[in-house]
Nanobody
Framework: QVQLVESGGGLVQAGGSLRLSCAVS?????????LRWYRQAPGSERELVAD???????NYADSVKGRFTISRDNAKNAVYLQMNSLKPEDTAVYYC?????????WGQGTQVTVSS
């Protein structure tokens, strides 16, 4: 049963923008989870990019501050990642994550490739 579905990845030139979306199933969203975006580049560990709490508090990795914006739409059971001023080093598979207490859910990932 797929409970988090990412979309919006693709190929973009450096300096461009992409918006990632993650549809979260209702049974997970009603838990008021912390919603996170992670990314994993080839040969690298998965890293936390940004997160947003149910009350709206957000946090960002230093590498994306000022360029990426995470948001959530509680009416649509969705979380988004607006990525501006993209750099080649942002190239990675981006994963949506929902965490509520001991429960941890992951999407299948979406590829983002930034060409120089």
């Amino acid at each position: 049963q797929v409970q988090l579905v990412e979309s919006g990845g693709g190929l973009v030139q450096a300096g461009g923008s992409l918006r990632l979306s993650c549809a979260v199933s209702t049974n997970i969203f009603r838990l008021n989870p912390i919603l996170r975006w992670y990314r994993q580049a080839p040969g690298s560990e998965r890293e936390l990019v940004a997160d947003i709490f149910s009350g709206g508090t957000t946090n960002y990795a230093d590498s994306v501050k000022g360029r990426f914006t995470i948001s959530r739409d509680n009416a649509k059971n969705a979380v988004y990642l607006q990525m501006n001023s993209l750099k080649p080093e942002d190239t990675a598979v981006y994963y949506c994550n929902a965490r509520a207490g001991p429960l941890d859910f992951w999407g299948q990932g979406t590829q983002v490739t930034v060409s120089s």
